[in-house]
């Protein structure tokens, strides 16, 4: 079984997840094959060995994380890899990969200059 | 004349704003007749000040700041508003306003849905 994760920095304040549980919800309305787990850097649970170890449990053989980021400096390039790379070990038979950031996609920064025009 | 601009929080690695610079790129090729300033929060510049600066000096007499953040945590709930409020104080007859985070945005959560959909 297949299954995703939306990995993201994490904040002090617990209404910064909102975009985050609104994406999961929606991953999981138009995807229900395949589960979705949020994972946070920091300052939010769960923790991306955390979301990993859940999904693992259910069954899951094959993780995609994605990073929702939109730029790629020392979190997604030190922190990020060496945490993805504690969890393979932990499960050597699962196939875990990777993404870019989100902020990497031209459909991603379309819709946010889109929205910028709406607004003007 | 209006102009936008694209704020963000700003990290230590300079490659961290390459999504940014493409941005707005994308919004002056598709809005070549509205002004775009990139702006940081914190550790890249400009700051909000010299974004705004910059474009009251060349004439723009209306602007808005578009947030590009997921979650609406403290920097954007404290810190951003007060920037916005030093802007305005400085420059009284700009009409000054700003967006919700991009994060807000259904079309921006499907896009990145999209996005994790086609890596799978």
Redesign the interface.
């Known amino acids: 079984m297949?299954a995703?994760i939306?990995f993201?920095h994490g904040?002090?304040?617990a209404?910064?997840?909102?975009?985050?549980d609104?994406?999961a919800t929606?991953?999981q309305e138009?995807?229900p094959g395949?589960p979705v787990e949020l994972a946070f850097l920091e300052m939010m649970q769960p923790s991306l060995e955390d979301a990993v170890k859940s999904l693992c449990e259910k069954g899951t053989s094959q993780i995609?994380v994605?990073p929702?980021f939109?730029?790629?400096?020392?979190?997604l390039?030190n922190d990020f890899p060496a945490l993805l790379e504690a969890c393979q070990k932990q499960y050597p038979n699962l196939k875990l990969s990777a993404?870019p950031?989100?902020?990497?996609?031209l459909?991603?920064?379309?819709?946010?200059?889109?929205?910028?025009?709406r607004?003007?």
Chains 1, 2 share one sequence.
Do not use: N
């Open positions: 297949k995703i939306l993201g904040a002090r304040d209404r910064w997840r909102e975009p985050f609104r994406l929606l991953w138009q995807h395949t995609t994605v929702v939109f730029g790629q400096g020392g979190h390039r993404t950031a989100v902020g990497e996609d459909a991603v920064l379309q819709a946010i200059v889109d929205f910028g025009a607004a003007l």
